[in-house]
């Protein structure tokens, strides 16, 4: 480590540490209001910006709880479950018990003090304490040591990570837009009929003529794998389908091809992805591939049909209070409306919008790694910026 560089404790360089509450769940006029409320759920190891959260709660619940309300721009850490996560709000929002807001004083960058928590990522997790659920005190979060360099190299660290992130992101919103348009386009065509030609077609009991009812039980062939979620490879070659957001990684391979992988229970229950490529699946994740008289060509079609049919509906389990779950005949019985030819055209259409997601989702994965690889040489001055 350079002269210049000196190696301090966190607790050194914040002026506060904010912790959160949860409003009563009981309370109705506790949720559902205009504040964003951040619980772990919403964080994900790669996501350091976060502009909204699955909940949110009213006035009335944050005035009644040990809730604060954390205002944008400021570094958020987990210290229960999720440890040494971090990002940054990009709108104010309050955070739940679990999470603790790093108020920093004028000695350290706000970005770079983000760094450095996502740097010290495992050194945190390998802290936790605790049988069922890992944590860690404010003690042992302040007693962590940090590499703390001038002001000027902190602030130039930080924005060559962060042009990183702000490539991801940009490629994300490109996802997010692709995405749409292959969503509201099978909307037009199969929720509300506006297909090619719908105008001289007869509709009767909600079915056109010429059209059907199918299953995905008829389409395809609905799996589960075999692995705890804890079975991942740090180094694996193939992604490993758990019900988390992101996959971990595996050095086996369940299938080969295009699939829908869902998510079987927990707190993203219900969620719909495409995959096309070897992969592997935990036990309580469900992929949909195809049957040997279904051509590959049509698995972009029943994408996007659970996407727009079965997920919406199925988000947050059909079972199970503590832990909520799905069973295969919530996916085998799903039902969808076709057509071969309208089917055919729309498919190839999404097919188009999946390669490009799949080019980009690639992109991403080489951005991610080169800035990991960087991210340690960084910030332990082993690279003169």
């Known amino acids: 480590m350079k002269e210049e560089w000196k190696k301090v404790k966190l607790g050194e360089v914040l002026d506060s540490i904010i912790g959160g509450g949860t409003p009563s769940k009981s309370v109705k006029n506790y949720w559902n209001g205009n504040l964003y409320w951040c619980s772990v759920k919403d964080m994900s190891d790669d996501i350091h910006y976060l502009e909204k959260t699955e909940d949110t709660i009213t006035e009335e619940g944050l005035k009644n709880s040990t809730a604060n309300l954390i205002k944008k721009g400021t570094v958020i850490t987990a210290t229960r479950m999720g440890l040494g996560r971090a990002f940054i709000n990009k709108v104010d929002m309050t955070i739940n018990q679990d999470l603790k807001a790093l108020i920093p004083n004028s000695k350290i960058d706000n970005i770079y003090l983000l760094w450095t928590i996502i740097a010290n990522r495992s050194v945190i997790a390998n802290q936790g304490r605790g049988a069922t659920v890992p944590g860690i005190t404010l003690d042992m979060l302040k007693d962590l040591d940090i590499n703390l360099p001038p002001l000027p190299t902190q602030q130039k660290i930080a924005s060559i990570l962060s042009a990183y992130d702000d490539l991801i992101e940009n490629n994300r919103r490109q996802i997010k837009l692709l995405e749409e348009a292959a969503l509201k386009l099978y909307k037009e065509w199969f929720v509300k009929l506006n297909f090619p030609g719908h105008e001289n077609t007869k509709i009767a009991d909600g079915i056109p003529e010429g059209w059907k009812k199918e299953k995905i039980s008829d389409w395809c062939r609905v799996f589960t794998g075999k692995k705890n979620a804890n079975q991942n490879v740090e180094k694996g070659v193939y992604p490993f389908f758990t019900c988390a957001p992101d ?22 229950t219900g969620r719909t992805q495409f995959y096309d490529g070897h992969f592997d699946l935990y036990q309580r994740t469900y992929a949909c591939v195809k049957q040997k008289a279904v051509g590959y060509e049509y698995m972009p079609f029943i994408y996007y049909s659970m996407k727009v049919l079965f997920e919406p509906i199925k988000m947050g389990g059909t079972k199970g209070a503590a832990i909520p779950y799905i069973v295969m005949n919530d996916i085998t019985d799903t039902e969808f409306l076709y057509n071969e030819e309208i089917c055919k055209k729309y498919s190839g259409f999404a097919e188009i919008t999946l390669d490009k997601i799949g080019a980009l989702k690639k992109q991403i994965q080489l951005l991610q790694l080169a800035r990991d690889k960087l991210l340690p040489k960084l910030m332990n001055g082993e690279i003169e910026v």
């Open 247 to 268: 996959p971990l990684l595996s050095n086996d391979s369940l299938y080969e091809g295009k699939a829908v992988i869902i998510s079987g229970n927990g707190s993203y």
